[in-house]
């Protein structure tokens, strides 16, 4: 019998939130708590080998919000240069000694910790494991650490998608709608449960 594959995790949270503003979307309240600390504290009970948070914009304050858990904070100093190269710092940062790697935005407020450990258990070496809604392709997804070169290729302000799409080889992981929800405007905020930063909905 082979040992369970080891599988790190790294959560996105550089970005500025321009669409949210004046607040930023890592603030809005979910289940009584920062959408950080919500979607961080889902990804650290999901228990991946490590957790990555990788931070950009308003560093300190993010870092703080989560100082609390098991986790590694890095900063992307360059995070208004897009997506990319926090998904690059991150894997690199993952990477060492693991099989796969969780890429996971933090603005998906209702992906739980039940969804990622059904990508977990779904995830083979080797293979690249998505999430799914109504089978079209959506995030989290679970990398290869084989793909750490195709990752530090990653340019722009796009993240892993174009690593995985028009492939026929994934292993897809049906999620539903939680798969789709990040929460970049106001709108999506409040549909989806959220308060804002303040309190009032």
């Not at 990788?54 to 870092?63: E, F, I």
């Not at 190269?85 to 060492?96: D, E, K, N, T, W």
């Not at 650490?145 to 994934?170: I, K």
């Not at 999506?188 to 303040?198: D, Q, V």
Request: aromatic share 2%; net charge negative; with cysteine.
């Amino acid at each position: 019998m082979t040992d369970d594959p080891r599988i790190a995790a790294v959560v996105l949270a550089a970005g500025r939130s321009l669409r949210m503003a004046p607040h930023h979307k890592l603030d809005l309240i979910y289940d009584g708590t920062s959408l950080i600390e919500h979607v961080v504290g889902n990804v650290v009970a999901a228990r991946f080998e490590r957790v990555v948070v990788v931070l950009g914009h308003r560093a300190d304050a993010m870092a703080q919000r989560i100082g609390h858990l098991p986790v590694a904070c890095i900063v992307n100093a360059a995070y208004a240069d897009g997506l990319s190269g926090s998904v690059r710092l991150g894997f690199a940062s993952a990477c060492p000694g693991m099989d796969g790697i969780l890429i996971m935005p933090a603005d998906m407020p209702r992906i739980t910790a039940e969804h990622l450990l059904a990508l977990k258990a779904a995830f083979r070496p080797g293979r690249i494991t998505v999430a799914t809604d109504g089978g079209a392709l959506r995030n989290p997804v679970i990398l290869p650490a084989g793909l750490e070169t195709a990752v530090d290729g990653l340019t722009g302000d796009a993240g892993a998608r174009r690593l995985f799409e028009g492939r026929d080889d994934l292993i897809q992981v049906e999620i539903g709608p939680p798969a789709s929800l990040d929460v970049d405007t106001h709108a999506a905020a409040l549909a989806s449960g959220g308060l804002l930063p303040n309190g009032v909905n």
